[in-house]
């Protein structure tokens, strides 16, 4: 293990940082595509897409608090 006070150290940190940092944005899109997909199964009475492509908000706040929250998730989790 590199001294973190070192240059050598501290660029292994960064390094660190930024594999985490990857793997979190990787985790969040993955979390968000299956929740949305997952979404899509369940409510199979309505088309969401195409609600929002008609400008309803009501769907499009539904899906938007529901990215949010996988979000949050996801950020606890990682």
């Known amino acids: 293990m ?3 006070t070192s ?3 501290m660029f292994a940190q960064y ?4 594999l985490w940092a990857i793997t979190a944005a990787i ?3 993955l979390g968000v ?8 199964w369940l409510s199979t009475d309505i088309d969401e897409w195409e609600e929002i492509k008609k400008g ?3 769907v499009s ?3 938007v608090s529901l990215i949010v ?7 606890k989790v990682i």
């Open 69 to 75: 929250m996988v979000g949050l998730i996801v950020y």
């Open 2 to 4: 590199l001294d973190p």
């Open 15 to 18: 390094g660190r940082s930024l």
């Open 7 to 9: 240059w050598g150290g």
């Open 56 to 58: 309803n908000m009501g």
């Open 61 to 63: 706040l539904i899906f």
């Open 33 to 40: 595509g299956i929740s949305l997909k997952v979404f899509d």
């Open 27 to 29: 985790g969040f899109g």
